[in-house]
């Protein structure tokens, strides 16, 4: 978020749900997102010409081609605490980041169980860390569901093997967790049958970053042609203006 990250283009649809931010900082936190979103769905599906990112009927990122969805592709992404996270699967998955600040201790405490705080606590090693991941998961876990607003935090469980039990027939698991200066990134999905689950846990706060070399590319890319498009756009607004 330090930087000045824009989409390289924005079909009609998302230049219209754009305008409907009145708040700069937050009409910038969506197009972020959405940049760094069309470069991921961009490299993994390999999909040529424009990207487009359409929202559900709950605000899910759902990806368009072609003008029609794709039902097979499940995409999450979060702008939060100067952070830029997306996440793509052939599941159901999203991502969530989440700090627990002091004010906000009790508020989590009453949907987070001590057994969960607990076990979260000896894998991360503070508790400012198990409650921001616990957030993280729970947060994560209504999005990939679909439940956001239909199910409460309280009522998604989650247990020592990283499962995340959202009612009698919906399970889903920890997939990633990564903290760092107390900050939590958690991705919450399914893994298949015939897949390990294993979940990868990252604690290094000086690791290097997971992208592929590939990605990276891909990602300067698509900087580097949106700074030639505002370059070119304000070109044009200057010769109408003098004109």
């Known amino acids: ?32 997102g959405r940049a760094l979103a069309k470069v991921l769905v961009k490299d993994r599906l390999g999909i040529t010409g424009i990207v487009e990112i359409r929202e ?10 072609d003008g029609f969805p794709r039902s097979d592709v499940w995409l999450g992404i979060t702008v939060r605490h100067g952070r830029i996270s997306c996440v793509l699967a052939d599941r159901p998955v999203s991502v ?7 004010n906000e201790v009790d508020v989590v ?16 090693g503070t508790t400012a860390a198990a409650r921001s991941a616990a957030w993280a998961i729970k947060e994560a876990a209504q999005r990939a569901a679909r439940r956001r607003g239909t199910t409460q935090l309280r009522d998604v469980h989650i247990d020592s093997g990283y499962g995340v039990q959202l009612d009698d027939d919906t399970r889903l698991d920890v997939m990633a967790l990564r903290v760092f200066d107390e900050v939590a990134v958690a991705i919450v999905g ?6 390990t689950h294993r979940v990868k846990i990252v604690l290094d706060p000086t690791a ?10 891909a990602i300067e890319r698509s900087l580097a042609r949106a700074r030639r498009i505002t370059e070119a756009k304000q070109r044009w607004q200057q010769a109408r203006a003098e004109g």
């Open 96 to 102: 969530e980041v989440r700090r627990v600040d002091e």
């Open 1 to 32: 978020m330090s930087q000045a990250i824009r989409p390289p283009l924005l079909t009609p649809w998302e230049s219209e749900r754009v305008q409907a931010f009145t708040i700069r900082e937050r009409r910038s936190r969506w197009l972020a």
């Open 208 to 217: 290097q970053e997971l992208a592929t070399p590939r990605l990276q590319a």
């Open 56 to 65: 559900g009927q709950d605000g899910e990122p759902l990806v368009y081609e």
């Open 190 to 195: 399914r893994f298949l049958l015939e897949e």
């Open 109 to 124: 405490d009453h949907f987070v169980s001590r057994s969960e705080q607990r076990f979260l606590r000896r894998a991360l």
